[in-house]
């Protein structure tokens, strides 16, 4: 801890500030939404909390159906609108910063990296997956995005995409979701516990095989004009960059990253020894450290503040809505 608040010059030091704080949040938002239910399912009997419409990012396979129907229809999802405010934001954070909402933002991503880097103290490093076995793992999480992406955008006609939107089953999605984690089976418990201990050996184990979200994130962040560079002239080839960097990239031997599995961490930027040599670019010009944090909180203030001004960030359901759905949630 000492060590980190020595380095709070370091972009590092403030990605990682970063990171809890969006963990503190969404943990907040978690337990505020947790007691929101639970006044509908106790039938008031405990008190009321209003509903943090930030729940809804949690909801990403709804938001591309939404998006779709948007796209498609005009027709904007007045139940879930947060949800495609937010799966929207992290599109145009893909495209402008890379897949910096998987290591700035993601909860799953912050606690993953601390999980690893738990693993990493305790065994002395994390260990790599024999090369062949390591890619063909990665094409898991194309397939399963390729699966979602022709369910809804392929499968799915215009027609189903409302009634969809319109159906219980959406309205109280926010719900089955919390329900996941508050009433989770053995089955799921058994699947978490085992991604975990994967995790503890191997870095991001869930983010680098298995995430259809980051996936995505990373082929749009193959356009992003912000990536890491690196100066020949100055850089020693001393390889401290490609060994701290938790993606697995030879970041030494490129003069700019613009691979889809860069989240933006700057972990390589960080470690370089040799000043001016290995920084953050828009394109290739060098730009300082602190411009990378500021670009993503930028896309994320500016994504829901417009969501909020526009009138599409609180849902359209009403307190009687809530009282006559949430009951009869496992039917749906
Ligand atoms: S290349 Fe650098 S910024 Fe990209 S993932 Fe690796 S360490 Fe992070
Ligand atoms: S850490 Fe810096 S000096 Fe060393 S190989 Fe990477 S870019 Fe070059």
Redo the contacts with the bound molecule.
């Keep these: 801890m000492i060590q980190i608040l020595n380095n709070w010059k370091k972009v590092a030091f403030w990605r990682l500030l970063i990171q809890w704080a969006f963990l503190g949040w969404c943990t907040f938002l978690g337990v505020q939404f947790t007691l929101f239910v639970r006044h509908f399912e106790t039938f008031g009997q405990t008190g009321y909390y209003a509903r943090p419409p930030g729940v809804e990012g949690f909801l990403p396979i709804g938001a591309l159906v939404s998006l779709k129907a948007w796209v498609m229809t005009g027709y904007l999802d007045p139940v879930h609108p947060a949800a495609l405010v937010l799966f929207v934001t992290f599109l145009a954070m893909a495209l402008l910063a890379?897949k910096s909402f998987c290591?700035w933002i993601c909860p799953v991503g912050t606690l993953s990296e601390a999980i690893w880097k738990l693993g990493r103290n305790f065994f002395g490093r994390n260990f790599h997956i024999w090369r062949w076995l390591d890619l063909l793992l990665q094409v898991t999480k194309y397939a399963l995005l390729l699966f979602f992406v022709k369910l809804v955008l392929f499968d799915m006609p215009a027609m189903a995409l409302q009634s969809f939107l319109k159906a219980p089953y959406w309205a109280i999605a926010d719900v089955k979701m919390l329900h996941f984690f508050t009433r989770m089976s053995l089955t799921s418990a058994l699947v978490i516990l085992v991604l975990a201990i994967l995790s503890v050996v191997y870095q991001n184990f869930w983010c680098r095989y298995l995430c259809p979200y980051g996936a995505l994130l990373g082929l749009l962040s193959f356009f992003s004009p912000l990536r890491?560079v690196r100066q020949a002239s100055s850089c020693t080839d001393c390889g401290a960059?490609s060994r701290?960097?938790?993606?697995q990239?030879e970041?030494r031997q490129k003069s700019a990253?613009c691979?889809v599995?860069?989240?933006?961490?700057?972990?390589?930027?960080s470690n370089c020894p040799e000043p001016q040599t290995l920084q953050i670019g828009f394109w290739k010009r060098p730009l300082p450290g602190w411009s990378f944090a500021v670009a993503v909180l930028l896309v994320f203030a500016s994504g829901v503040l417009i969501g909020m001004l526009s009138g599409h960030w609180e849902t359209s359901l009403s307190y009687a809505d809530y009282q006559r759905l949430i009951p009869m949630v496992e039917r749906f």
Excluded: D, F, K, Q
């Excluded at 701290?244 to 993606?247: E, F, I, Q």
């Excluded at 599995?261 to 700057?266: A, D, F, N, R, S």
């Design positions: 890379r290591s890491v960059c701290a960097c938790p993606a990239i970041v990253v691979s599995e860069c989240t933006g961490c700057l972990t390589c930027v």
